[in-house]
């Protein structure tokens, strides 16, 4: 029976003990857990979410002392774009992964699209709306999937909307990209055809235990699955719940450091074509980052985007709120009370009338509505980091966060991760200190639009340093 994994004390641990502690635990085998001092409760027992940050900021340290395996398996948890990324960049490397995924309808997180069946299919993407490269590595990558005819570049028009409808596009060359059948469809094509890879959804991971040199992974009381390594590829109270009690509290403090918005989404189809405001120029825009309106930060017309010779169909519009909107209005999105989406949906659409500079009451009502709030939606603080690794507990996180908000960031994130931790297998975990990557860094305000940055298209490009990103060897 291999030797179970060392648990020190949670301490933020420099580069220079990580050998120290790696070299004790091979001696002698493992080191059980010291047991908490019982402590007398103070006050009303009840629960203290600032107590609650504070254990899970004290938990003991796991530390793997197990030689790492010819043939390693990682598990993933969390199937938008950096997670899928890693693991497709884990299996150019030869080593196979796990990708679990809370979604019911597919893959691919905030590239997320909705197909309503009314008589007429209706489709939107309801997060991601588009995407920019500004990164040579991305920019390969999305040349294949513009190869493969997943992607192609948008050519509507998009620009700034102020409050009362006048409409300034955007200058600049810089391309965009879109999903040529909404969003989801490039998640879904993002995998590999390979068995190194491997999906499991719907699942919701809500345990990780370390247990005799692997990470054994539970949905609920369900096993699933013992993993020598282990990402994180989302975030928010479920992934901070997730790591509270996993013993990696380096991993857990960092993740707890994030703030994230709220922006809420209103899907709406229109049975008639809005009354767009159209210049000399140019023609009706099809996306627009809206300015001066309190309840609206973007509306995008997603017929038009993503089938622009189809006539005589409903509008499909996408219109998302601003953040300081969201944080007002905010409740538990997976059980939204009928009062506030009614609330909402009203609201956003007298933000649309606005927007335009129509008399209110005027805009025509929708003929489909359906409101979603996205609780975690982006990052206001990083890292500036493209991934997180502890060797120690043999765990990473990645996502967009890290260095921004955006698909090229969340896509760079994940490979960046993958290919830190096949060099880390490379070097059969002989010399942790030399992998410990984002464990201490600060977090810094972050700018950008309230639905993400577009590297390339304006001023808000996430800065990563080149050498925090590992090459392959």
């Known amino acids: 029976m291999p030797p179970s994994p060392l648990v020190v004390p949670a301490t933020a641990l420099p580069a220079a003990r990580l050998a120290r502690v790696v070299a004790a635990s091979g001696r002698g085998g493992a080191t059980p857990p010291r047991a908490a001092p019982r402590r007398g409760r103070r006050g009303k027992p009840g629960f203290s979410r600032s107590s609650a940050i504070k254990k899970s900021f004290h938990q003991e340290q796991v530390v793997f002392s197990t030689p790492v395996p010819a043939d390693p398996t990682v598990a993933i948890i969390g199937g938008g774009a950096s997670g899928l990324a890693c693991a497709s960049e884990l299996a ?27 008589g007429e299919q209706l489709v939107f993407d309801h997060a991601a709306q588009f995407f920019t490269a500004s990164d040579e590595r991305f920019q390969r990558m999305v040349d294949e999937w513009l190869d493969r005819g997943l992607v192609r570049e948008w050519s509507g028009l998009v620009g700034e909307l102020e409050a009362g409808g006048r409409f300034r596009p955007t200058p600049s060359s810089t391309p965009t990209y879109i999903g040529v059948n909404g969003m989801r469809s490039l998640a879904d094509a993002m995998l590999p055809e390979t068995d190194m ?6 699942c919701w991971i809500s345990k990780l235990e370390p247990f005799n040199g692997l ?9 699933r699955g013992e993993y020598d390594a282990i990402v994180i590829a989302h975030n928010g109270k479920c992934a901070n719940r997730l790591l509270s009690t996993s013993g990696l509290p380096l991993l857990t403090k ?52 993503l089938f622009p010779m189809q006539m005589g169909t409903p509008e499909c519009w996408t219109f998302f709120s601003t953040a300081a909107y969201g944080k007002r209005n905010k409740v538990p999105q997976e059980n939204i009370p009928k009062v506030t989406a009614e609330k909402v949906k009203e609201d956003m659409l007298g933000g649309v009338e606005h927007a335009l500079g129509l008399s209110k009451g005027s805009l025509q009502q929708p003929i489909y509505t359906k409101v979603q709030l996205w609780g975690a939606a982006l990052p206001t603080n990083t890292p500036g980091v493209s991934c997180i690794f502890d060797p120690l507990g043999r765990a990473g996180i990645c996502g967009d966060w890290l260095t921004g908000s955006s698909i090229e960031a969340a896509v760079l994130s994940g490979m960046s991760l993958a290919n830190h931790i096949s060099n880390y297998f490379v070097s059969h975990g002989e010399r942790p200190e030399e992998f410990a990557i984002g464990l201490h860094e600060n977090l810094n305000q972050v700018e950008g639009h309230d639905i993400g940055q577009f590297p390339g298209l304006d001023s808000q490009k996430p800065q990563v340093a080149e050498a925090q990103l590992t090459p392959s060897v």
């Open 92 to 118: 150019a490397r030869g080593v196979r992964s796990v990708v679990f995924d809370t979604g019911m309808h597919g893959l691919g997180g905030r590239m997320a699209t909705r197909f309503v069946d009314s």
């Open 197 to 202: 890879i491997k999906v499991v959804r719907p």
């Open 215 to 223: 990470w054994r992974l539970f949905e609920n009381e369900k096993p």
């Open 254 to 305: 960092q993740m707890k450091r994030l703030e994230l918005s709220s922006v809420w989404a209103l899907l709406a189809a229109f049975e008639d074509p809005l009354p767009i405001p159209h210049s000399d120029t140019h023609g009706p825009f099809e996306g627009a980052f809206v300015r001066d309106v309190d309840s609206l930060s973007w509306m995008g017309n997603n017929t038009r985007k």
